[in-house]
């Protein structure tokens, strides 16, 4: 049995620690936060049950929902009320109902032109199939060399970016289309199209994380400094309780976003560096609603909004749709700002920020909101972009031959910005780290 040192309790960190508690070594996981759980986690405000970071899972996770199984959770997997999304659209919302392809062909959200051009997205799916595997983004590298707006305006026109597969890409990923590749959005498209049920937990989705640090030796406010390995095996200083400490292992994960590793890690190989100092992520802004009733003009459970109408919100999400977060006719929104408006109200105070939310969605047909209470999220890092050529680095980082001995790294940044992916690098780096120890 080896013991192994996992830093950082979020989603990807505590699910590396379930495997290696699988595999029979000792795992301690050091979270500087409070609580673990990292950007999937939930909280409670009076009567309503918040999930700050992470909203939904989707049918197609297969790997959380093994994991979530494992520790007892899978009969808390709970489908949404409404699954439907809407976008505005001149003004008003319309719906966008992809159930079959005579549905979508009649719905208003898109010109006829816009819908007949989308077949050759869709070609360029069926081409690349073989390399689209949205659980190894890296295969797909050699088709990485363009960004979402040039392969969308090229292949099937401006419509199609603005009014549809922009809006969907942001509100979901919170990055404007600029920020994320057409390998990217091809990978994003296979996934869904294996099977994109929105489903949460039950409780909140912080559950999952909850229940696996229950299970685990989980060290909160435990604030890493650094973390040495060699052939001998792993450092990691810390403070915590208000002192330096020193925890000694034989191996180390580092399950922090991409570029928060280097900081900590002082004798990485140049290339591990290299790649994790260039891993972007986007900061942003998430603000909660929590009102009396439902409002009446909101049926769906995401609401888009395409740039040209000129709101400056990515999307909303209908999060009273979810059973069990909220009282019975009660209402539980949450707001992402776009990236430029998060950046521009970045320093204001809570309620300058949430008030500016109401006036938004107050141009819209979700019309003003009289909420009795908002909570205000800045994240920071929020989500990594896969940007045009990100995934070649990936893909080099992933095949280094030169590595630092006894550690591995996890995070979404590896495999892809949600829960699912993160948790599979999790999964990933505990067999990465035993097969080190045998080195
Ligand atoms: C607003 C928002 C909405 C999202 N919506 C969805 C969604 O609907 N569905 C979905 O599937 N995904 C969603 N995601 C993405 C998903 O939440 C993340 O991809 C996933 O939770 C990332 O997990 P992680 O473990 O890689 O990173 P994190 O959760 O960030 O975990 C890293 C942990 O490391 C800790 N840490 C950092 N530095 C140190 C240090 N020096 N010492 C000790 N600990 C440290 C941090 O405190 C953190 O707990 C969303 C994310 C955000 C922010």
């Given at each position: 049995?080896a013991s192994?040192?996992v830093?950082?309790g979020?989603?990807a960190g505590l699910?590396?620690?379930h495997?290696?508690?699988?595999?029979?070594?000792?795992a301690?996981?050091?979270?500087?936060?409070?609580?673990?759980?990292?950007?999937m986690?939930?909280?409670?405000?009076?009567?309503?049950?918040?999930d700050?970071?992470?909203?939904?899972?989707a049918?197609?996770y297969?790997n959380?929902?093994?994991?979530a199984?494992e520790?007892g959770?899978?009969?808390?997997?709970?489908?949404?009320?409404?699954?439907?999304?809407?976008?505005?659209?001149?003004?008003?919302?319309e719906?966008g109902?992809?159930?079959?392809?005579?549905?979508?062909l009649?719905s208003?959200?898109?010109?006829?032109r816009?819908?007949?051009?989308?077949p050759?997205?869709?070609?360029?799916?069926?081409?690349?199939r073989?390399i689209?595997?949205p659980?190894?983004?890296?295969?797909?590298?050699?088709?990485?060399r363009?960004d979402?707006?040039?392969?969308?305006?090229r292949?099937a026109?401006?419509?199609?970016?603005?009014?549809?597969?922009?809006?969907?890409?942001?509100?979901?990923?919170?990055?404007d289309?600029?920020?994320?590749?057409?390998?990217?959005?091809?990978?994003?498209l296979?996934?869904?199209m294996?099977?994109f049920?929105l489903?949460?937990?039950?409780?909140?989705?912080?559950r999952?994380?909850e229940?696996?640090?229950?299970?685990?030796d989980v060290?909160?406010?435990?604030?890493?400094v650094?973390?040495?390995?060699?052939?001998?095996g792993?450092?990691v200083?810390?403070?915590?309780g208000?002192?330096d400490r020193?925890?000694?292992?034989d191996?180390a994960?580092?399950?922090?976003?991409?570029?928060?590793?280097?900081a900590?890690?002082?004798r990485l190989?140049?290339?591990?560096?290299?790649?994790?100092?260039a891993v972007?992520?986007?900061?942003?802004i998430?603000?909660?609603l929590?009102?009396?009733?439902?409002?009446?003009?909101l049926?769906?459970?995401g609401?888009?909004?395409?740039?040209?109408?000129?709101?400056d919100?990515?999307?909303?999400a209908?999060d009273?749709?979810?059973?069990?977060?909220?009282?019975?006719?009660?209402?539980?929104l949450?707001a992402?700002l776009?990236?430029?408006?998060?950046a521009?109200?970045?320093?204001?105070s809570?309620?300058?920020?949430?008030g500016?939310v109401l006036?938004?969605l107050?141009r819209?047909p979700?019309?003003r909101?009289?909420?009795?209470g908002?909570a205000?999220?800045?994240?920071?890092?929020?989500?990594?972009?896969?940007?045009a050529?990100?995934?070649p680095?990936?893909a080099?980082?992933?095949?280094?031959r030169?590595?630092s001995?006894?550690l591995?790294?996890a995070?979404?940044y590896l495999?892809?910005?949600?829960?699912?992916c993160?948790l599979?690098?999790g999964?990933?780096?505990?067999g990465?780290v035993?097969?080190s120890?045998?080195?």
């Amino acid at each position: 049995m080896a013991s192994i040192l996992v830093v950082g309790g979020g989603i990807a960190g505590l699910a590396a620690a379930h495997r290696l508690q699988q595999l029979g070594h000792r795992a301690t996981v050091l979270e500087r936060e409070p609580v673990a759980g990292g950007r999937m986690r939930s909280e409670r405000i009076g009567e309503f049950i918040v999930d700050r970071g992470a909203q939904f899972i989707a049918s197609g996770y297969r790997n959380l929902r093994r994991v979530a199984g494992e520790v007892g959770l899978g009969p808390a997997i709970r489908p949404l009320a409404r699954t439907h999304n809407a976008m505005l659209r001149s003004g008003r919302l319309e719906a966008g109902n992809y159930d079959s392809p005579l549905a979508f062909l009649r719905s208003r959200l898109l010109s006829t032109r816009a819908k007949l051009r989308l077949p050759r997205i869709l070609l360029e799916l069926l081409r690349h199939r073989a390399i689209l595997d949205p659980l190894h983004p890296e295969r797909a590298a050699v088709i990485d060399r363009e960004d979402v707006p040039s392969f969308v305006r090229r292949l099937a026109g401006d419509e199609n970016l603005e009014y549809l597969l922009g809006p969907a890409l942001s509100s979901t990923f919170d990055s404007d289309p600029e920020d994320l590749s057409a390998a990217f959005l091809l990978l994003a498209l296979r996934f869904v199209m294996g099977g994109f049920g929105l489903e949460c937990f039950e409780g909140g989705i912080g559950r999952l994380g909850e229940t696996l640090a229950s299970r685990l030796d989980v060290r909160t406010s435990c604030d890493v400094v650094s973390v040495e390995t060699g052939a001998w095996g792993a450092r990691v200083r810390h403070r915590e309780g208000g002192g330096d400490r020193e925890a000694v292992a034989d191996a180390a994960i580092v399950a922090v976003p991409g570029p928060l590793a280097p900081a900590i890690c002082p004798r990485l190989t140049d290339a591990e560096r290299e790649f994790l100092e260039a891993v972007h992520y986007v900061r942003g802004i998430v603000v909660f609603l929590l009102l009396d009733r439902a409002p009446q003009t909101l049926p769906y459970y995401g609401v888009a909004f395409p740039r040209p109408e000129g709101i400056d919100l990515y999307g909303l999400a209908v999060d009273h749709h979810k059973p069990g977060v909220c009282p019975p006719g009660a209402g539980l929104l949450n707001a992402a700002l776009t990236a430029r408006a998060a950046a521009r109200l970045w320093d204001s105070s809570d309620d300058a920020i949430a008030g500016h939310v109401l006036d938004e969605l107050a141009r819209t047909p979700v019309g003003r909101l009289e909420p009795h209470g908002t909570a205000v999220h800045r994240w920071d890092p929020m989500l990594p972009q896969f940007r045009a050529g990100y995934l070649p680095r990936l893909a080099a980082f992933l095949a280094r031959r030169e590595r630092s001995p006894r550690l591995a790294f996890a995070g979404d940044y590896l495999v892809g910005p949600y829960t699912e992916c993160a948790l599979t690098s999790g999964l990933r780096a505990a067999g990465e780290v035993v097969a080190s120890l045998a080195r």
